[in-house]
C-alpha cells in the first residue's frame, strides 16, 4: 500500500522567513495530494491540494509543487506569520477507493 | 449546518471497560472514516465506511469495531479498552468522488 514520510519534523523559522516541508510518496499511481494544518487542541484542516496533473499550485503565501517522476510533493509558506505556528501534515491518496495515507506532520514554529 | 460532530470530547476508561464514540454529520457525504492520532505517527485510518451498510478495515483496526448506523452517522466502539488505545479519535467524512475530507473535532480517550 501507499506509504508517505513528511520531513522536517521540526522546523523553527524567524517571522518573515520562508518555510518549506517535504513529502514523499511510494504509491506512482496516486493522484491526489493535500495539504492540512492543525492548531493545538484543533481539527485539521484542508489549506491546499494539488492533482497529478498539475505541478504547482498558488494560494496567495501558500504553494504546493508536485514532482511526479521522484515522487515527491512540497509546501512552502512565504512571508511566514506566528499564526501560521501549527502541525502540518501532508497526504497522498493511493489506489483504493477514497482512502488518505497521511505522512507523520512537521510542528512548525514561528517566532516573532 | 454542523459540519461533522463527535461525542464525548473527552473520556477517561478503566483497562477492559467498554464505550461507543459517536460521529455525525449532516452534509449528506457518503464516506466515512475513524483516524486515531498519536505523537509523532501523524494520523492513522481505523475503519472506513465508503457508504451506507458498507465497513472496511484501515490501517490499525485491531480492538475496534465500527457501525455505519446510516448515511449520517459512524460509530466506533472499543469492545475491551487497553492503555494502547489511548489517542485522540477524529471522524472524518467526504461527498460522493470529491476528495477534500472534513474532519470532526476529536474526542481524546484516556485509557488506564
Known amino acids: 500500500g501507499e506509504n508517505v514520510e513528511q520531513h522536517p519534523s521540526t522546523l523553527s523559522v524567524q517571522e518573515g522567513d520562508s518555510a518549506v516541508i517535504k513529502c514523499t510518496y511510494s504509491?506512482?499511481?496516486?493522484?491526489?495530494f493535500p495539504w492540512y494544518k492543525q492548531e493545538l487542541g484543533k481539527r485539521p484542516q484542508l489549506i491546499i491540494d494539488?492533482?497529478?496533473?498539475?505541478g504547482e499550485k498558488k494560494d496567495q503565501r501558500i504553494a504546493v509543487t508536485l514532482n511526479k517522476t521522484a515522487k515527491h510533493f512540497s509546501l512552502h509558506i512565504t512571508e511566514t506569520q506566528p499564526e501560521d505556528s501549527a502541525v502540518y501534515f501532508c497526504?497522498?491518496?493511493?489506489?483504493?477507493?477514497?482512502?488518505?495515507?497521511f505522512g507523520t506532520g512537521t510542528r512548525l514554529l514561528v517566532s516573532p | 449546518n454542523a459540519g461533522v460532530t463527535q461525542t464525548p470530547k473527552f473520556q477517561v476508561l478503566k483497562t477492559g471497560q467498554s464505550m461507543t464514540l459517536q460521529c455525525a454529520q449532516d452534509m449528506n457525504h457518503n464516506s466515512m472514516y475513524w483516524y486515531r492520532q498519536d505523537p509523532g505517527m501523524g494520523l492513522r485510518l481505523i475503519y472506513y465506511?465508503?457508504?451506507?451498510?458498507?465497513?472496511d478495515k484501515g490501517e490499525v483496526p485491531n480492538g475496534y469495531n465500527v457501525s455505519r448506523l446510516n448515511k449520517r452517522e459512524f460509530s466506533l466502539r472499543l469492545e475491551s479498552a487497553a492503555p494502547s488505545q489511548t489517542s485522540v479519535y477524529f471522524c472524518?467524512?467526504?461527498?460522493?468522488?470529491?476528495?477534500?475530507?472534513?474532519f470532526g473535532p476529536g474526542t481524546r480517550l484516556l485509557v488506564l
Open positions: 472524518a467524512s467526504i461527498q460522493g468522488w470529491a476528495e477534500t475530507q472534513y
Open positions: 465506511s465508503a457508504s451506507e451498510g458498507t465497513t
Open positions: 497526504a497522498a491518496k493511493g489506489t483504493g477507493f477514497q482512502k488518505l495515507v
Open positions: 494539488i492533482r497529478s496533473n498539475v
Open positions: 504509491d506512482s499511481a496516486s493522484n491526489y
